[in-house]
Structure formats: C-alpha cells, structure tokens
C-alpha cells in the first residue's frame, strides 16, 4: 500500500503520525511525506530541510516531496489541490496557524475520490475530536526520535521548559489512555474504510 502524509511545515507529520507512519514502513508499505513549506520563519531553511530528510530517514519513509511554498503562505488553491490528488494522513482544519488550516481544506478537495483519509493534530491544532486511534507503544520511541531529528525546533514550544519530545510523549499517552492503552495517535476520519 502507498501512505502519504501531508504537513505544512517540517516536525508536523511526525508529532501528528509518526508513529503510525513507522509502522506501515516496517510492514513493507510504501511510505512518503509532502511538506508544504521549509518552515523559514521558525527558523534557518536549508537545516529544517535537513532535519526533515534525517527524520524522514528514522521512519523508513522512502521519499520526501517539497512543496516549496513560502512558510506562512500556503495557498488554499486549485495548483495544490491538484498535487494532492492521493493522500491519507493530513493536519486537522482545526489549527491556529493557516499554514496547517489552508493545506487540509486543499486536501479535503484533492481526496474527495480516497476512501481513507485522516486527520492528525499538531500543538497548535484546536477542537479536535478524533474518532478513531492506533496503538503506537511499539512505534514511541522511533517517533521521538524522527522529532528529534529536528534539533532546530525541539524546544520551540512556547511553553517554558517543555520540549516538543516531552509534548509529544504526554499527548501519546493522553491519547492512549483514551484508547485503553499506553501510547496512541488520535486521529479524525474524513472517510475510513475498514477491510475485513
């Protein structure tokens, strides 16, 4: 099966599905990344570029495809929408930044045809009520990890002293206890199938 995740800015995927991403490429499944935006403003590109393909690297995605749209900018236009016509992960609509906001109303439209489309929170995603969720235990730590590849943006949080690792494990583990288990990534569905 081929997987693609979308995100707005590098370190996205991984905090909203990381974990789950590594595990569909340690079952063999094609997993790929589109990052819509270098994340300039948060902080030096070429090394949030970096940070993304070493992370990328950690979760066994094989190939990172750029969007190369200006960090704050993302459009919310026909040009996207086209090169997004298959996707299964994606940032709620529900987010305070319009980065994430503007990508996921884009991916609404480029999957209207995709029976299983997804999506994650990020820190700065608001209301978010997901439906369904996967254990991630077993994928924790390789998650981490792929964030903290991201060296740059670890402790930008704003929040004192809490770093993106820390946030990422504690909403884990409040997702999991949601779930009725340790770790887990929450997600919304647009559209699931199941296949039994």
Do not use: A, I, K, L
């Given at each position: 099966m081929n997987i693609l995740a979308l995100g707005a800015h590098p370190d996205d995927i991984e905090y909203g599905c990381g974990g789950m991403l590594a595990k569909y490429a340690e079952r063999g499944h094609a997993v790929y990344m589109f990052v819509a935006s270098d994340g300039a403003l948060g902080g030096d590109s070429e090394v949030r570029r970096h940070e993304q393909k070493d992370a990328a690297r950690i979760l066994g995605v094989r190939e990172v495809f750029?969007?190369?749209?200006?960090?704050?900018?993302?459009?919310?236009?026909?040009?996207l929408i086209a090169r997004l016509e298959s996707v299964i992960f994606v940032n709620s609509p529900e987010d305070t930044?319009?980065?994430?906001r503007n990508l996921a109303q884009s991916a609404l439209s480029a999957t209207r045809y995709v029976p299983n489309v997804l999506f994650f929170e990020v820190p700065?995603?608001?209301?978010?009520t997901p439906n369904c969720a996967s254990d991630i235990a077993d994928a924790l730590e390789t998650k981490l990890a792929a964030l903290a590849a991201h060296e740059s943006q670890v402790t930008k949080t704003n929040i004192e002293d809490l770093t993106i690792l820390e946030l990422a494990r504690s909403c884990a583990n409040f997702r999991g206890i949601q779930a009725r288990v340790k770790y887990a990534e929450a997600f919304q569905s647009v559209r699931l199938l199941l296949n039994l």
């Open positions: 750029w969007g190369d749209y200006r960090d704050t900018e993302v459009p919310m236009s026909r040009e930044h319009q980065d994430h700065s995603t608001v209301n978010f």
